[in-house]
């Protein structure tokens, strides 16, 4: 046994652990998130009472149209949704992006009231009060955004508001690409 | 802000409207809560979790264990839905071998490396290294002197 | 001008702070008396300088000078003055400033009661100390400066977060503190030593009253933490494996080791180069601690001020200090002088085998708390996977560990030095094992039959306090109880007192019953053997918060037994709920309460919880840390540490 090498292993384990903790914090890594298993699986299912008023209610054959879908859970008591708002406005009228919205955890008048203010970008437009459904779909809050392929598997997943950059560099090419 | 949610309402982690009917579910329910991991806080179980993502998750897991499901299909539920990363207790893996076995082999290497040093008896100071050829020279050349 | 006044003396502190971690070092190294001379004067000037700044931040909190930028994000006007006493270090600037005084006042406190170190030992501890210092300093003077002016001062501050004013959570961090840089001087000693050459006896002696003291602060430290979570949460849970509960653990268990580990230095002259090496590690993870706390790479509950700046700053700073420890310690350690090899010579069966084996066994204690807390990071990083790790994983790991640990705590005492045997031993402690199995049994039987390991930790608690005493007792049958010294007396309390927090924690958490019930204004529920009523709930006005306060009765075959009065705070400030529970203990179990959410129907949701043994949680280790402070005060480690021999003295360089 090599003494010398035993002398040194402190040493070491420093130098393994300062390594990783300097990718960490240079990664910009963020702690918080907790990933998503929902990535390249077939959609989970979906099935919500219409937001909307004399709409028919949500089914998962909505997801199955042989186009790219977008399905994005709000509410209107939340704050980030406000922020992303605008983008999905965006995708809806200029690029004429199928949207699925769900209100999670939001009385429909309010939610209603909401997009009616703001403009509505909602091609199909859900509700799941209790939060039953979105626990389904792995959902940890709002906003959360996942892109559904024209397979029905879910591409992506976003556990925040989508910003522009996530439009232009992730979103809208997937979905051109799926067309 | 939602870190904020899981901590600051502490009298809401489990409410009495949650709770089942029969004793002995809802201590199963209890025991599962106990160690499912709330999405949106840090390091709480959805037990203690005052979120309220822990509370449908609370809910799921009564729904679950009503319909009869075994408590190892309601852990099953929860990771189908969100991944290893909903379990306190990571699943002993290929990739959680380290965290799991690390600390055991830390004490079976360094408690072999003690025992064996315990029962080296004092030795007698090795013999000193062969000479080199340089060595050797010179002492030929003091020889020869 | 009382926040200049603190810049400039935290700025003239760091100009004294690198005077004293060099000259005096240089003087060691050239053998010349005046350069060491300077290191006391500057460790005493530079303390004096820390405490004044202090002072002044202070001042600017107590006064509520709201153009210091730091007041306003911390402080509010109508905040109680203990809180905003407290509020000084109860945000990142003002915490490091905390943590810098400290690290100061340790340093003074080496310079005043070291009179007895070689000059050369000293000026290389007090220079190593400053080192240290320079380094937070610099840290608070360019990254986290308290004393920033904001100009307009707005009209009044943020205040603190509500769950901080808390009496417990006031004093938790200075004691937490205490601990974590009380272990800088054990690391400035271990650097000193390597410099030197030299570990022996007498270096041993030195430094275990350090060692000790910053243990015992430590221990009260994470008790109070622990306690405040206790109360303060709401549901009774005492310990999370949170990051932060794990990273002040760590640091204890290394301490732990090394006070274990400086015995046998002390004893048999053994066992050095580990014992320096415990010594910087102890230190390295209460700097670590501080990393994971404040960088962010790790999310808790508790974390503050996560800033990546920040984060690169400490961990370029844990590198040099532990990756400056370290490496010297792989270049100096082989070299020191061993009688008999690295791990000296020891039976297995002896006292000092014993106390190895309890460094191995608190060691993989410590690796198992680093590698839960820190495997999700690297998992995260090297493939992407998200993993948890929390109380179950633990309980699974951990708690097998101590099972040895506790085993062997109450023979290793019983066992003599050099060489023992262990039938003896195992003989008087028949007595006790046969009682610890029969609680075991007891528990099982009477209290919960399915807990089953629950009552076997029971069965280990009741073993560690009878075999403690035991030995206790033994020892004072041959008549040495007059003789016998501090430091085995502090011994017997911290062993006993480790049994008591077992005792108290397994029997908190497998035995305690809960009512969580929406009760009407005047409804009772039966609560165990007690009936709970709810008689009233009423509007309260604090100081900076308005409450609802609840009136529950508690009473035991028809007569009232006791009332608990929860409230649900509302910080006016915040806009933020807090929940104050109410506890009534008679220290073998705790009424515990909070109130929640009130209803339309008029129901308000209570939870009621009895705690058995919970108050000897924070008992036990208040013990513990007082058997700590009885072996500190041992004389011979006050007047009797040996001066080196004669021929041991000359210089080893």
């Not at chain 3, 004893?267 to 102890?282: C, E, H």
Request: glycine residues 8%; contains cysteine.
């Amino acid at each position: 046994m090599n003494n010398r090498v035993l002398y040194l292993l402190p040493l070491l384990t420093l130098a393994v652990m300062a390594g990783f903790f300097g990718w960490s914090l240079l990664s910009g890594r963020d702690p918080a998130s907790i990933g998503s298993v929902m990535v390249n699986r077939q959609a989970p299912r979906l099935a919500a009472p219409a937001l909307r008023e004399g709409e028919p209610a949500l089914t998962s054959d909505l997801l199955k149209t042989g186009k790219p879908v977008l399905v994005n859970f709000f509410a209107s008591w939340c704050t980030p949704c406000l922020a992303e708002h605008p983008l999905m406005m965006r995708l809806r009228q200029r690029e004429g992006v199928t949207i699925v919205g769900i209100a999670w955890k939001n009385k429909p008048e309010e939610a209603r009231a909401w997009l009616k203010k703001l403009g509505d970008p909602f091609t199909y437009a859900g509700t799941d009060y209790d939060g039953m459904l979105s626990l389904d779909w792995g959902l940890s809050g709002v906003p959360e955004t996942y892109l559904i392929d024209a397979a029905g598997i879910v591409r992506l997943h976003y556990h925040a508001p989508i910003t522009e950059k996530d439009l232009n560099d992730t979103i809208l090419p997937l979905l051109r690409a799926g067309k | 802000m939602l870190v904020l949610a899981c901590v600051a309402f502490p009298a809401f982690a489990v409410e009495p409207s949650e709770m089942l009917k029969d004793p002995a579910l809802e201590m199963r329910a209890r025991t599962l809560s106990r160690e499912l991991r709330c999405v949106v806080c840090q390091n709480q179980s959805i037990d203690d979790s005052a979120a309220e993502v822990a509370h449908d998750m609370r809910i799921a897991v009564r729904e679950r264990l009503t319909a009869g499901d075994s408590d190892k299909a309601v852990m099953g539920y929860m990771v189908a839905r969100y991944g290893d990363y909903v379990l306190l207790e990571p699943p002993f893996k290929p990739r959680t071998l380290v965290l799991w076995l690390g600390a055991p082999l830390v004490l079976v290497v360094a408690g072999l490396l003690l025992f064996f040093a315990a029962r080296r008896r004092p030795v007698v100071p090795a013999a000193p290294p062969p000479l080199s050829d340089t060595e050797k020279e010179r002492l030929q050349s003091l020889l020869k002197r | 001008m009382i926040p200049e006044l603190g810049h400039f003396a935290l700025i003239l502190a760091f100009a004294v702070a690198i005077v004293q971690g060099t000259l005096p070092l240089i003087g060691a190294s050239r053998g010349d008396a005046r350069l060491m001379a300077l290191g006391r004067t500057a460790a005493l000037t530079q303390a004096f300088l820390i405490l004044l700044s202090f002072g002044a931040l202070v001042q600017c909190y107590v006064v509520s000078d709201f153009s210091v930028a730091n007041v306003v994000a911390n402080s509010h006007s109508a905040k109680p003055l203990l809180y905003k006493i407290t509020g000084t270090w109860g945000n990142h600037e003002g915490s490091m400033m905390l943590w810098t005084l400290i690290l100061a006042l340790f340093g003074a406190s080496v310079a005043i009661f070291g009179a007895n170190l070689p000059d050369t030992l000293r000026s290389r501890v007090l220079s190593v100390q400053a080192l240290i210092g320079v380094g937070f300093l610099a840290f608070i003077l360019f990254t986290s400066n308290p004393f920033l002016r904001l100009s307009p001062a707005p009209l009044d501050g943020n205040g603190l977060n509500p769950v901080l004013q808390d009496p417990g959570l006031a004093f938790h961090p200075p004691m937490l503190y205490l601990g974590y840089v009380g272990f800088s001087v054990t690391y400035s000693f271990a650097i000193a030593a390597l410099l030197e050459g030299r570990v022996d006896v007498a270096w041993a002696r030195w430094v275990r009253p350090w060692t000790l003291a910053a243990w015992c602060f430590l221990t009260l430290g994470i008790a109070l933490g622990s306690w405040w979570s206790y109360y303060i949460l709401g549901w009774g849970g005492f310990w999370f494996w949170d990051p932060v509960e794990n990273a002040s653990l760590m640091p204890w268990l290394a301490g732990t080791a090394l006070l274990h580990s400086a015995v046998v230095v002390e004893k048999r002259d053994a066992l050095k180069s580990w014992t320096v090496l415990l010594a910087i590690l102890a230190f390295s993870l209460s700097l670590l601690g501080t990393f994971l706390v404040r960088s962010g790479v790790l999310t808790s509950v508790h974390a503050f001020a996560q800033d990546p700046a920040r984060g690169m700053f400490i961990l370029a700073f844990l590198i040099v200090v532990t990756g400056g420890g370290l490496a010297l310690y792989a270049w100096r350690a082989p070299k020191l002088q061993h009688a008999h090899g690295p791990w000296g010579l020891f039976q297995p069966v002896s006292r000092e085998g014993a106390l190895i084996l309890n460094n191995l066994l608190l060691c993989t204690l410590a690796v198992t708390v680093l590698l839960g807390t820190l495997y999700p990071l690297f998992l995260d990083l090297v493939s992407g996977a998200k993993v948890s790790v929390g109380p179950p994983f633990f309980n699974a790991t951990f708690v097998p560990i101590c099972a040895p640990l506790f085993a062997a705590l109450c023979v290793g005492p019983f066992l003599s030095w050099k060489r023992a045997e262990l039938g003896p031993a195992l003989a008087r402690l028949r007595a006790v094992f046969f009682a610890a199995v029969m609680a075991a049994v007891v528990a099982a039987v009477a209290i919960d039959g399915r807990a089953t390991l629950a009552a076997v930790a029971f069965g280990f608690g009741v073993w560690l306090i009878l075999g403690s005493a035991t030995e206790f007792v033994g020892r004072a049958r041959r008549g040495r109880l007059r003789t016998m010294p501090r430091s085995t007396i502090g011994m017997t309390i911290s062993h006993a007192a480790l049994g008591v927090v077992v005792l108290g924690s397994v029997a908190t958490a497998a035995w305690n019953t809960e009512l969580i019930h929406t009760m009407k204004l005047g409804e009772s529920a039966p609560f165990g053997d007690y009936t709970a009523t709810l008689v009233k709930v009423e509007p309260l006005q604090g100081p900076n918060y308005t409450a609802e306060r609840a009136t529950i009765v508690l009473s035991l075959d028809g007569k009232p037994y006791t009332t608990l009065t929860p409230e649900r705070r509302l910080f006016t400030v915040q806009r933020r709920q807090v929940s104050e529970t109410s506890i009534q203990t008679n220290l073998l179990r705790d009424l515990y309460a909070t109130l929640g959410e009130g209803d339309l129907q008029g129901g308000w949701v209570v939870r009621l919880y009895n705690n058995p043994l919970a108050p000897w949680i924070w008992l036990g280790a208040a013990l513990c840390a007082l058997g700590g402070f009885v072996s500190l005060s041992d004389r011979r480690l006050r007047i009797g540490a040996p001066k080196r021999s004669r021929v041991a003295a000359q210089p080893a360089e």
